[in-house]
Nanobody, 114 residues
Framework: QVQLVESGGGLVQPGGSLRLSCAAS????????MGWYRQAPGKQRELVAY???????VYADSVKGRFTISRDNAENTVYLQMNSLKPEDTAVYYC????????WGQGTQVTVSS
């Protein structure tokens, strides 16, 4: 059974940084696409950043220039480096992957507050 496991969330002050990791287990294939979504309280889940099947990167406008997604293909692992964090970045961050269907992690809380 394929599982996506996130780590690296936590509490950080505005302007700080966090690095999220997502490791896939139980897969014998390389995901076509991998990335991150987030969901803030009372809001819909939204795309943060992801790698396309062609290995291009796509970012939400709200995080461009602050967040960087990277990937270790050999390990089916994806990372999200988040810099210059703002209170509005507070959300549960979900790892997402696609291989003939969507796969989701359980989510990791990121709280940006002073």
């Amino acid at each position: 059974q394929v599982q996506l496991v996130e780590s690296g969330g936590g509490l950080v002050q505005p302007g700080g940084s966090l690095r999220l990791s997502c490791a896939a287990s139980g897969s014998r294939f390389r995901f076509n696409a991998m990335g991150w979504y987030r969901q803030a309280p009372g809001k819909q889940r939204e795309l943060v950043a992801y790698f396309t099947s062609g290995s291009s990167t796509v970012y939400a406008d709200s995080v461009k220039g602050r967040f960087t997604i990277s990937r270790d293909n050999a390990e089916n692992t994806v990372y999200l480096q988040m810099n210059s964090l703002k209170p509005e970045d507070t959300a549960v961050y979900y790892c997402w992957a696609y291989y003939f269907r969507d796969y989701w992690g359980q989510g990791t809380q990121v709280t940006v507050s002073s």
